[in-house]
């Protein structure tokens, strides 16, 4: 599991299963998608970090990521890492969402990891392996076929899963960052635009900028530049495909003060520069 990008980008559909031994110890994998993320675990013994929360993935977890939602994976050596990954675009639910006026609840969902009781995680996992069934066991169908079915059973199953979200709390926390981290995670989610630096973070914070760089990443598992700079990337990505503003605006818009270091920070994370990554956004 060698990492070398933050932006992972998935076509509209894709459905995997893992089954595998995690051989060695990892470094935490910082990450987030273009699109939504659906995972059920069917033996797993690993963290997940979320916002501000690290939260256990374990046996039965159902992980719900929305698009461009940070998550910071954490691997334990020795441990099996068996599961069903699902990414979809809101695009291929939102018209049949739209004909019963629900396509809103798109916009409205919220990263969420849930442990589900014994008899809700065998239905959601028939509904999983009827999704990949449709790729895994094609037989006589047309691609036209396969597609509808796929798309058919991808319904059922989010609106399962949708209706999971409303009715159980999220999974218990495995530990909760310190006050201090908490603020300091709220604070760059928000003043991303702002020229944040450890010098001024020490000062908004009253902590020694060297602690603040060993706590942080001793609570979340990577680096606090690390963070900020995942954090502005994922601004400018939703600027440069939601907007018309020039790339030197969203670079300043989004915290960076130099124009070359944000076009090195953007290739560095998502492997695109900010004018290759919009050119397939534009209608020109």
Known sequence: MEWDQYYVE?????????????EQKHAPVIHYHNVFELDLFVKSDNDCFIKNTRYPLQDFSLLF?????MHILHYKAGSQYSRFVINFSADILRPYLAIQGLDSILDQLETRLLTLPPDVYSRILALFLAVYKCKSNPGNYSEKQLTAMQQSHLLVLFWEVYCLLNQYPSSTPTSKPSL??????????????????????????????????HIFKK???????????????IEAQKLLMNTHLSISEICFACGFNNLQHFYRTFKKYTTYSPKQYRLPQSDT
């Open 10 to 22: 998935v076509p509209e559909f894709k459905i995997t299963y893992v089954d595998a031994i995690i």
């Open 65 to 69: 990521i929305c698009p461009r939602d």
């Open 180 to 213: 201090l981290i908490k603020n300091v995670i709220q604070h760059m989610d928000q003043s991303y635009s702002e020229p944040l630096t450890l010098d001024l973070l020490q000062e908004t914070f009253y902590v020694n900028k060297y602690y603040l760089c």
């Open 219 to 233: 609570e979340t598992g990577v680096p606090i530049i690390e963070y900020l700079n995942c954090r502005r990337i």
